[in-house]
T-cell receptor, first 115, second 109 residues
Framework: KAGVTQTPRYLIKTRGQQVTLSCSPISGHRSVSWYQQTPGQGLQFLFEYFSETQRNKGNFPGRFSGRQFSNSRSEMNVSTLELGDSALYLC??????????????FGPGTRLTVL | LAKTTQPISMDSYEGQEVNITCSHNNIATNDYITWYQQFPSQGPRFIIQGYKTKVTNEVASLFIPADRKSSTLSLPRVSLSDTAVYYCLVYNQGGKLIFGQGTELSVKP
């Protein structure tokens, strides 16, 4: 099976712009989660989508949003970019809605740089 | 919320066994302990998961004492390619993966 794919892999934006990142989960996986990774804060959970519905949300401002399509593909949007949004954005998929034992399979990430 | 504490960094040499201990004092009854490995500029990769006692797979072993307040990831005979950050996780309620700071393992020749 093909792994989790994320596009684009690298992105450079300027402050105030918006950005959309895309994630294609492993075939058959219905849960998609998004994470932000920075040197200072480490890996932080953004949100999880399952069956096109947001199931969980982390502590991020409303500028961060996402959605999931009927084919389980997901997009994440960040509006009004700030310098602090520069990070590696990781997407992870899982066969079912996350529970205590479910393994998540991560993609390679999208490296976003905000100038 | 369950929180994990690990050493920030560890050094080892090729061929040695490496043990990374994680403490999770307020782990819930239903929580499993999971370890992920991450290489630079890549997403984390699942290594092993367990609930109690000992779990072993082709990559590592996981030791969990009876009180489950800690766990130890054991990597046998490490090689240079095992240089990575290792995260110990306990799911919080609702299924969010809460990553701690991780342990940066450096394997030297």
């Amino acid at each position: 099976k093909a792994g989790v794919t994320q596009t684009p892999r690298y992105l450079i934006k300027t402050r105030g712009q918006q950005v959309t990142l895309s994630c294609s989960p492993i075939s058959g996986h219905r849960s998609v989660s998004w994470y932000q990774q920075t040197p200072g804060q480490g890996l932080q959970f953004l949100f999880e989508y399952f069956s096109e519905t947001q199931r969980n949300k982390g502590n991020f401002p409303g500028r961060f949003s996402g959605r999931q399509f009927s084919n389980s593909r997901s997009e994440m949007n960040v509006s009004t970019l700030e310098l602090g949004d520069s990070a590696l954005y990781l997407c992870a998929s899982s066969p079912r809605e996350l529970g205590t034992t479910d393994t998540q399979y991560f993609g390679p990430g999208t490296r976003l740089t905000v100038l | 919320l369950a929180k994990t504490t690990q050493p920030i960094s560890m050094d080892s040499y090729e061929g040695q066994e490496v043990n990374i201990t994680c403490s999770h004092n307020n782990i819930a009854t239903n929580d499993y302990i999971t370890w992920y490995q991450q290489f630079p500029s890549q997403g984390p990769r699942f290594i092993i998961q367990g609930y109690k006692t000992k779990v072993t797979n082709e990559v590592a072993s996981l030791f969990i004492p009876a009180d489950r307040k800690s766990s130890t990831l054991s990597l046998p005979r490490v090689s240079l390619s095992d240089t990575a950050v290792y995260y110990c996780l306990v799911y919080n309620q609702g299924g969010k993966l809460i990553f701690g700071q991780g342990t940066e393992l450096s394997v030297k020749p």
